[in-house]
């Protein structure tokens, strides 16, 4: 059987005026359905590349990467911003939540092409909020919410089209440890609720929670662990 998400031979090139650096160089990884996969390494190894890659936010410079059996390069971009919506959800360590907005605003905008009434989107926002520890937290700003309440606001955002993939880029990074822990607690539980989890971080306490470490070194799979 395919795996659930696959790189082939992934290279990333940056630069111009004829200089070139390396992000990723020759990836090649296999992770199937319901994995708790973390991406450890030193800074500049390649782990946000290689996580805005496979979130189909950037196309690499050579290989391939599929998911559920689909080639991304294979997508139109229309089609590439379908697919990635209805089967990723990515999760920043700076949030990205829109200031203006409410909690339960923020977590309905990636609604806005949906053919429902803003009744039944503000419902499912308020459904996520919940389901995240926000209940009556859905009318606050990003600027009256504390730095794990934003980080869990985006996290709800993430599941608005129940992905089956979540990208984490560091998302405990903005956190005191006990917030972070408490963040780490929910990623756990959506990975016991069926979610695969692909976690970018520095935190190797947070190894204890996945199945599996990948760590990158100069943009090359260093080992693998689990």
Do not use: W
Not at 147 to 168: F, K, T
């Amino acid at each position: 059987m395919d795996a659930f998400i696959q790189m082939e031979n992934v290279s990333m090139l940056y630069g111009n005026n004829g200089v070139r650096a390396a992000a990723l160089r020759g990836i090649y990884l296999s992770i199937d359905a319901g994995e708790y996969v973390v991406i450890t390494g030193e800074s500049g190894a390649g782990k946000s590349t290689l996580l805005t890659i496979l979130g189909g936010l950037q196309v690499p410079s050579s290989g391939a990467v599929l998911i559920k059996g689909v080639d991304l390069s294979s997508l139109s971009a229309d089609r590439l911003a379908d697919f990635r919506r209805e089967t990723i959800g990515f999760i920043f360590q700076a949030y990205h939540l829109l200031p203006y907005l409410t909690a339960r605003e923020n977590i309905m905008v990636p609604m806005s092409p949906l053919r429902t009434s803003a009744r039944e989107k503000a419902e499912r926002a308020e459904s996520l909020l919940a389901s995240v520890g926000l209940s009556g937290k859905e009318e606050r700003l990003p600027s009256e919410l504390s730095g794990g309440e934003c980080q869990r606001v985006a996290i709800a955002r993430a599941l608005v089209h129940d992905p089956s993939v979540l990208l984490a880029d560091e998302p405990t990074g903005n956190l005191d440890s006990t917030t972070g822990e408490q963040i780490l607690d929910l990623f756990s539980r959506l990975h016991k609720a069926g979610k695969t989890v692909l976690m970018v971080t520095h935190n190797r306490a947070n190894l204890f929670r996945a199945t599996r470490e990948i760590r990158l070194r100069d943009g090359k799979v260093a080992e693998v662990d689990g």
